[in-house]
């Protein structure tokens, strides 16, 4: 688990977001994720990349209080 952080508006000076950094591991791990996921990817159709990000939006939504 990584150290806390803030998230901070330069425009307003609120904060934003509070949560923990990624560690390296993480941060390697996801990198590896995304380089395998993307010739899958890059092979649909622009309306069914839409449909995943709105079904993810829509995850997000349910699971907002999990991230508060």
Same mark, same amino acid.
């Given at each position: %688990?990584? =150290?806390e952080f803030c998230s901070i508006n330069s425009a307003t000076g609120e904060a934003v977001f509070t949560g923990l950094e990624a560690? #390296? !591991?993480e %941060?390697?791990?996801a990198i590896q994720a995304? *380089? !395998?996921s993307f010739p899958e990817w890059s092979r649909l &159709?622009? $309306? *069914?990349?839409c449909e995943f990000i709105h079904q993810f !939006? $829509? $995850? =997000? *939504? *349910?699971? #907002? &209080?999990t991230f508060e």
């Open positions: %688990v990584g =150290l560690t #390296q !591991e %941060v390697d791990f995304a *380089k !395998e &159709s622009f $309306e *069914k990349r !939006e $829509e $995850e =997000l *939504k *349910k699971n #907002q &209080s």
